[in-house]
């Protein structure tokens, strides 16, 4: 559970990064669902967990929640960074904004590096879901571990051969309690999530 340290090599300029105040309450409506129930939030050791971001235009630049907010129910908008450009092999990211970006930001980037068309990528946990959705659904590797390359590559691999699929949800083997959903919208990926969690709980 070490979601909140930035293991991957962040070039970060820090200075204030304006976007759109419409992507900010798209961001923040869809946050609140997830915090609510418990898919974005914090552990009792303090650190937290979830993230949400939004890309920009089809191009390598989205606009992520920023490292170790998980814990808050509400973010302003200068708890979001910029992710300008990264190189998943070099296990690298390139952010701005007044904070860093998350720490999974090299996830959501293979998603968007895999599939233009995806606009929007939500990273959560949840221990009980998680364990349902190894059994049938994609899930990577064990052995790949949270925060390398090699994870934020598979997951992209995952995401492409699942890309037809209607529901587009991958379990992280090698991160406990991680999912990853992806959707050509920020509504269209919580909408996956909120869905599934609401199907599976009351089975």
């Given amino acids: 559970m070490n979601e909140g340290s ?3 090599n962040c070039l970060w300029e820090q200075k204030e990064v304006g976007f759109p105040n419409e992507i900010y309450v798209q961001l923040e409506t869809a946050r609140r669902e997830l ?3 418990g898919l974005i939030g914090m552990y009792p050791n303090g650190i937290g967990y979830g993230n949400i971001s939004v890309r920009k235009d089809n191009t390598q630049t989205f606009i992520i929640s920023g490292s170790a907010t998980g814990g808050f129910s509400y973010l302003k908008q200068s ?3 910029k992710v300008t450009n990264y190189n998943i092999s070099e296990n690298t990211i390139y952010c701005t904004g007044l904070i860093k970006a998350s720490a999974e930001s ?3 980037a293979a ?3 895999s599939l233009p068309e995806v606009g929007a990528v939500v990273h959560v946990h ?3 879901l998680w364990e349902k959705l190894m059994k049938d659904y994609p899930t990577t590797s064990p052995e790949i571990e949270y925060g390398t390359p090699a994870m934020a590559e598979a997951v992209g691999k995952l995401a492409l051969d699942i ?4 529901e587009k949800i991958i379990a992280m083997g090698g991160h406990h309690e991680g999912i990853v959903v992806f959707g050509s919208s920020l ?3 919580t909408e996956q999530i909120i869905n599934i969690y609401n199907r599976f709980k009351n089975d």
Wanted: aromatic letters at 20%.
């Fill in 111 to 113: 998603v968007y590096q």
């Fill in 163 to 166: 890309d037809g699929r209607e």
């Fill in 106 to 108: 090299l996830t959501h």
């Fill in 79 to 81: 708890d979001y960074a």
């Fill in 6 to 8: 930035i293991k991957f």
């Fill in 187 to 189: 509504m269209e990926a």
């Fill in 126 to 128: 949840c221990l009980w």
């Fill in 35 to 37: 915090y609510n129930r």
